[in-house]
């Protein structure tokens, strides 16, 4: 069993920072793609930004330049620093990962369980 625990999202001014954290812990042989979702009410999932083992990123336009995403692969981690947060970033993000939990396994897709962030004007 793999779980993806999320920490670091709240409430912040327009302009402000934040800092997202999710440690993926359990029965885990290795960690492909790790990323950040979100979703705002009434809205669909989107993703934000996602990394590769080897550090390739990916970001959704509307962010880059703003957030950055980084992992620490000896702690199963990954951060996304937010920063010129803007009222429409706000939703709830999510962390997702593809892990493999035994040698030579096809990844399997997993969720954090969502932390709010929430900008005001």
């Known amino acids: 069993q793999v779980q993806l625990v999320e920490s670091g999202g709240g409430l912040v001014q327009a302009g402000g920072s934040l800092r997202l954290s999710c440690a993926a812990s359990?029965?885990?042989?290795?960690?492909?793609?790790m990323g950040w979702y979100r979703q705002a009410p009434g809205k669909q999932r989107e993703l934000v930004a996602t990394?590769?083992?080897?550090?390739?990123?990916n970001y959704l336009d509307s962010v880059k330049g703003r957030f950055t995403i980084s992992r620490d692969n000896a702690k199963n981690t990954v951060y996304l620093q937010m920063n010129s947060l803007k009222p429409e970033d706000t939703a709830v993000y999510y962390c997702?990962?593809?892990?493999?939990?035994?040698?030579?396994?096809?990844?399997?897709?997993?969720w954090g369980q969502g932390t709010q962030v929430t900008v005001s004007s």
């Open positions: 359990g029965s885990i042989f290795s960690i492909n793609v």
């Open positions: 990394i590769t083992t080897r550090g390739t990123t």
């Open positions: 997702n990962a593809d892990v493999s939990v035994v040698v030579a396994s096809s990844p399997q897709n997993y």
